[in-house]
């Protein structure tokens, strides 16, 4: 198998035909051995029974579903546990990617590169509520994970195999997934690519999803500071609370030297600088057991049926 392209839809209804004739035409242009892999994200309405549709005379098309609506990036962590290619491609479902790029894309790959993200230069999306929050989620990204990559929030990618067999992403971490492979070493190409506008159904991001990403990235940019060693950072943290401690400690007893005198907040002050880095060295510890013996990412998601190819 030389191309899995893993494709995660929700609620999709009107596009999941039409992409799979488009996918299929493109794929015969290129002349490889391939599989596409639908991932239903807990639908809600006919994209399933769509899916089956098209996938019933097509071998090569294989549908997961998802016993409940995960989110983007589980489905396409999902889509990643069922790859059998050697090149692993992603791509939206709403037909606003073009397949006719997937071939430029193992071209590049082909020039020796582990991962090529698509750049969505002229989008055809609403300038409010998608384009301004993703040029700022971008920047941000930039500036607080480093890298140089213009459109962390293009789906259409591709990866060779070993990077995805090393990489378990969750919550919605798929926009971040190109800067977390470039630190395993991956070489990276940006590759601009074609961006239509959506033909039927509705967007499922808005400006609702501002905040959760800013969490998101918050937390990836404390995983990737403290992941390695974590009971230093903390240790770290903790050691203002402890010069804190110990000047409140000289300073009581300078003050208690004095007859009659006995000041209560020097002392306050100390139990609770000395309290709060005792705490903060606790807490590192139980994050390198943390990081050791385990993960934050939460259960996987449960697959109901898996159709096409075995």
């Known amino acids: 198998m030389q191309l899995s392209v893993v494709v995660p839809v929700y609620n999709e209804e009107a596009n999941v035909g ?3 004739a ?4 493109a794929m015969e242009m290129l002349d ?3 599989e596409v892999i639908f991932v239903d994200d807990g639908s809600r309405d006919e994209t ?7 996938c019933e005379g097509d071998p090569r098309v294989k549908v997961l579903r998802l016993s409940r609506n995960y989110g983007q990036t589980a489905a396409i962590q999902a889509g990643f546990d069922h790859a059998a290619g050697e090149i692993v491609m992603t791509m939206d479902g709403d037909l606003q990617n073009d397949p006719a790029d997937i071939g430029r894309l193992l071209a590049r790959i082909d020039e020796g590169y582990d991962i090529v993200a698509g750049w969505r230069r002229k989008r055809h999306d609403t300038l409010l509520t998608r384009r301004l929050p993703s040029i700022a989620a971008n920047w941000l990204i930039r500036r607080l994970v480093g890298g140089n990559i213009h459109d962390n929030g293009c789906a259409l990618r591709a990866y060779r195999r070993e990077f995805v067999e090393r990489t378990q992403i969750y919550s919605d971490m798929h926009r971040y997934l190109v800067p977390l492979l470039t630190l395993s070493g991956g070489s990276i190409s940006e590759l601009v690519v074609n961006h239509r506008a959506r033909r039927a159904g509705s ?5 609702s999803r501002i905040w959760k990403v800013a969490m998101d990235l918050v937390a990836l940019k404390m ?3 403290f992941s390695s060693h974590p009971a230093v950072w903390f ?3 903790g050691f203002p609370f402890l010069v804190v401690a110990i000047a409140a400690a000289i300073f009581s007893a300078y003050i208690y030297s004095f007859p009659g005198e006995s000041p209560i907040v020097p002392v306050s002050i100390c139990l609770i ?3 709060a880095t005792v705490n903060l060295v606790l807490f590192g510890m139980l994050a390198e057991l943390v990081v050791r013996l385990g993960d934050f990412r939460e259960s996987e998601p449960l697959i109901l049926r898996i159709e096409g190819r075995g």
């Open 32 to 34: 490889i051995a391939y």
């Open 22 to 25: 488009e996918l299929t035409s």
């Open 235 to 237: 240790t770290l943290l």
């Open 273 to 275: 600088a000395m309290f």
């Open 203 to 207: 967007t499922k991001y808005g400006l």
């Open 18 to 20: 039409p992409l799979h």
């Open 223 to 225: 995983l990737l500071r």
């Open 48 to 54: 399933l029974e769509r899916l089956l549709v098209a």
